[in-house]
T-cell receptor, first 120, second 115 residues
Framework: AQTVTQSQPEMSVQEAETVTLSCTYD???????LFWYKQPPSRQMILVIR??????QNATENRFSVNFQKAAKSFSLKISDSQLGDAAMYFC?????????????????FGKGTKLSVIP | DTEVTQTPKHLVMGMTNKKSLKCEQH?????MYWYKQKAKKPPELMFV???????INESVPSRFSPECPNSSLLNLHLHALQPEDSALYLC??????????????FGPGTRLTVT
């Protein structure tokens, strides 16, 4: 079974600064997908960024970018020019791309989350 | 339109009540999910519907009963719940459940309190 570890339960960053959230995962599979989801307080969970394991190029979405190190099984999220609206719980998630056995359906495996605070 | 809607936003129910949570999406997605999320924890998968058929039931107690009337709607029927069932219930949808990178879109959730 795959596991996802987010070792930083809480982090803070000054507005306009850069912060990196860490995520490591454990898998024996070679083909999979990785995601970062953001869940602001009392608001909807939204997808921030996604990465296909077979792509070496790191994904980027505006101020959000990842550092994907497949051999190290690491998938960190960098937020540049942090804004107050970035304050949220961030979840790293893993999804297999290999057909599951039994009744599996390519479920998301989430890390425990990192709570990010942005200081004005 | 990339929206998943859920009703009600908040629900308070007694342990003997019967209530239902509703979820709707109009993105043409063929997979829908129910998750349970406790405070400061990640979502826990409860059920997965793929093409309107239940494909995953993560050993959820029978007091939770899912229903998928059509490809756009997902219900969660609640009966004889326990206080520990109080949580945020999230609905999500995706294009499918195959090996492609089908990202899940989440609804805002229903905050359930069982008294």
């Amino acid at each position: 079974a795959q596991t996802v570890t987010q070792s930083q339960p809480e982090m803070s960053v000054q507005e306009a600064e850069t912060v990196t959230l860490s995520c490591t995962y454990d898998t024996s599979e070679s083909d999979y997908y990785l995601f970062w989801y953001k869940q602001p307080p009392s608001r909807q969970m939204i997808l921030v960024i996604r990465q296909e394991a077979y792509k070496q190029q790191n994904a980027t979405e505006n101020r959000f970018s990842v550092n994907f190190q497949k051999a190290a099984k690491s998938f960190s999220l960098k937020i540049s020019d942090s804004q107050l609206g970035d304050a949220a719980m961030y979840f790293c998630a893993y999804r297999s791309a290999i057909p599951p056995t039994g009744a599996g359906s390519y479920q998301l495996t989430f890390g425990k989350g990192t709570k990010l605070s942005v200081i004005p | 339109d990339t929206e998943v809607t859920q009703t009600p936003k908040h629900l308070v129910m007694g342990m003997t009540n019967k209530k239902s949570l509703k979820c709707e999406q109009h993105m043409g997605h063929r997979a829908m999910y129910w998750y349970k999320q406790k405070a400061k924890k990640p979502p826990e998968l409860m059920f997965v519907y793929s093409y309107e058929k239940l494909s995953i039931n993560e050993s959820v107690p029978s007091r939770f009963s899912p229903e998928c009337p059509n490809s756009s709607l997902l219900n969660l029927h609640l009966h004889a719940l326990q206080p520990e069932d109080s949580a945020l219930y999230l609905c999500a949808s995706s294009q499918g459940t195959g090996p492609q990178m089908y990202e899940q879109y989440f609804g805002p959730g229903t905050r359930l309190t069982v008294t």
